[in-house]
């Protein structure tokens, strides 16, 4: 069974980084599609960035210039570094996987995470 796992998450203040991870496991192939979403108490889920293992990446417009997706492909790792941060990126981020054609925020997501809270003080 392909599980999904996430670390990174933490506290930090207004203008700070963190680095959140999600590592593959349990199947032979990492997810081809892999994506990061967050969602805060009383919104709905957004999509922040998605990154495909061709390294294509999308964003969403309130991350651009501030977040940044990479992976590992050997390891079957994806990241997401988030530099200056703000106190509307507080949210739980989950990191999603699928087996798709055309990746990105459209594709729907078969595997989830269990979710990495951020919170960043003002």
């Known amino acids: 069974e392909l599980i999904l796992v996430e670390s990174g998450g933490g506290s930090v203040q207004a203008g700070g980084s963190l680095v959140l991870s999600c590592i593959s496991t349990g199947y032979k192939f990492r997810p081809n599609c892999m994506a990061w979403f967050r969602q805060a108490p009383g919104k709905e889920r957004q999509g922040v960035a998605s990154?495909?293992?061709?390294?294509?990446?999308e964003y969403h417009a309130s991350v651009k210039g501030r977040f940044t997706a990479f992976q590992d492909n050997a390891n079957g790792t994806v990241y997401l570094r988030m530099n200056n941060l703000k106190h509307e990126d507080t949210a739980m981020y989950y990191c999603?996987?699928?087996?798709?054609?055309?990746?990105?925020?459209?594709?729907?997501?078969?595997?989830w995470g269990q979710g990495t809270q951020v919170t960043v003080s003002s």
């Open positions: 990154i495909n293992t061709s390294g294509d990446t």
């Open positions: 999603a996987g699928a087996f798709g054609i055309f990746c990105g925020f459209k594709q729907e997501y078969r595997y």
